[in-house]
């Protein structure tokens, strides 16, 4: 199985991460949280829209799904970057990976990104 090289849960390091953006930008406040998954091509084609996710019970529902994506981590590494925060407070927290069709057994590193921009 392909573990976070941090050892963390999906749920604790979306924690984590969201403290380190309210640190960057403390006037910043969001009341739920919603993930985009990003698969990234060598190659730009269309990938298939995914729908985002939103987090209940801290994250834990995305666990499996995460794991998953970890699996696929062609680059031994996977980006969090915040997209924006909507007007409805919702921090949406996009989730970015090169796949490879094999399965990776070594850690990946989960690399944290600011914000992209806010709604107005």
């Known amino acids: 199985m392909t573990v976070n090289a941090s050892g963390r849960s999906f749920a604790e390091t979306v924690d984590d991460y969201q403290r ?3 640190e960057g930008v403390p006037d910043l406040t969001w009341d739920s ?5 990003h698969e990234l091509y060598e190659h730009p084609q269309d990938p298939p829209a995914v729908p985002p ?3 209940r019970e801290g994250g834990r529902e995305f666990e499996k799904r995460f794991e998953a994506i970890l699996s696929q981590c062609g680059r031994g590494w996977l980006n ?3 997209m924006t925060i909507t007007r409805q407070g919702t921090l949406v927290i996009a989730i970015e ?3 490879e069709p094999r399965i990776r057994r070594n850690p ?3 690399n944290w990104c600011g914000f992209f921009e806010r709604e107005k």
């Open 20 to 22: 380190w953006l309210q």
């Open 97 to 99: 990976w090169f796949a």
């Open 53 to 55: 996710t939103r987090l």
């Open 33 to 37: 949280v919603a993930v985009i998954e």
């Open 108 to 110: 990946v590193s989960v």
């Open 80 to 82: 969090l970057s915040a």
